[in-house]
């Protein structure tokens, strides 16, 4: 499953533009999936895995239709925190230290609401 992942990945998504082609990598977002929610039960670990990576999962898979609003959200914020970095990223080697802190702080403020939707989440799954 490894070597079929590498190669549906493409080039390294941590550049400054990641280029990941979901078709090739839906079959196997869906395999995994399907695994980890047939072991998730039976392993506290795998559920909270599970549970984490669950908007994100999901949307690769090509079962987006089944999150839930609040999986939503935690997707959105997800890819808004990631779009930030990057842009942080590029105003820091271009030079731009007044963008890379007003990012870096936009940064902070999404991830402060980030964590702490992902705690609420978890705290209610735990329960």
Known sequence: MHARAR????????SLAPDWQAGPLQPLAREGLARLEEAAP????LAELLQMWR????????RAD???REDCVAGLLELRLADVERRMRAAAAAGDDDEAERLHARYIELGTTYAGRMAAAWRSTAT
């Open 7 to 14: 190669e549906a990945l493409g080039p390294c998504p941590h």
């Open 42 to 45: 039976g392993d506290p670990r």
């Open 55 to 62: 908007p994100r999962a999901y949307g690769i898979a090509g």
């Open 66 to 68: 089944e999150l839930s």
